[in-house]
């Protein structure tokens, strides 16, 4: 299968490379040995740069003074030593916080500076987070180097009414269970304004999410498709066999591994 034109950079990228695949690093290669503990930090990001990876997994929440962390949780028990939630924290409280018990949370500006190469895969976790998302890619004039995602379709609307140009963004929820479930005759003119790719999981529960089918339906509406997320090789392969165009995995070395073997790594082999 070919990968589809959608007409963003961010998307289109390694379309002049037969193959290619966008391999993107989940919270910065969360379960690489060398960093596991260390997701979503400075150290984790700067570690898949090293590896040769352009894209880049985060997640952003706002604090209660309105700066935007490139965090996943909600609250920040799970992988600091402080407790509360990010949403009602000030940035100088949460700035006391340290990822596996080194690690400041990075701000989404802070990381946007430091990897000027890289493209990032923004998921909004909170609505808090929606019009500080969209400042920053304005002022930062990011708009070619983010894709932004989220599980809530309210917010995506949101996001994009705030744009001053167009960002590539994910097709929420119902755009996707409509792209694998609806005719695509059907979808060609709801989907307008919806998203410019699906990003999905390899399955959820015992249904298969990602089939042949479904990655032929999303190119036939010019929507390529991203799995996330895919740690174990032999699932890496089976989902590249059937013509996904990217693949969102903690397990950069793995991925990175696969790629470079069936000459789909974008950009020059490591």
Known sequence: MTRPRTGFAYLDAGLDQPGAVLAFAHRGGAFHPDIEGLENSLAAFAHAVALGYRYLETDVHATRDGVLLAFHDHVLDRVTGVTGSVGKMSYVDVRAARIGGREEIPTFASLLEEF????????????????????????????????????????????????????????????????????????????????????????????????????????????????????????MHQLLDLGVDGLMTDRTDVLRDVLTQRGQWMGEAP
Do not use: I, M, Y
Not at 172 to 178: D, H, K, L, N, T
């Open 116 to 235: 000027p190469d890289a493209r990032f895969n923004v998921d909004l976790k909170s609505p808090a987070a929606v019009g500080p998302l969209a400042d920053l890619v304005r002022r930062a004039e990011a708009h070619d180097r983010v894709c932004v995602a989220s599980f809530s379709d309210a917010r995506l609307r949101t996001f994009r009414r705030l744009l001053d140009r167009p960002v590539a963004t994910v097709c929420g929820p119902r755009a996707a269970a409509g792209v694998r479930l609806a005719p695509t005759r059907a979808l060609a003119a709801r989907l307008r304004g919806t998203g410019d790719a699906l990003q999905v999981p390899h399955r959820r529960g015992r249904v298969t999410v990602v089939t042949e089918e479904l990655v032929s339906r999303a190119h036939a509406l010019g929507r390529p498709v991203h799995v996330w997320t895919v740690d174990d090789p032999t699932e």
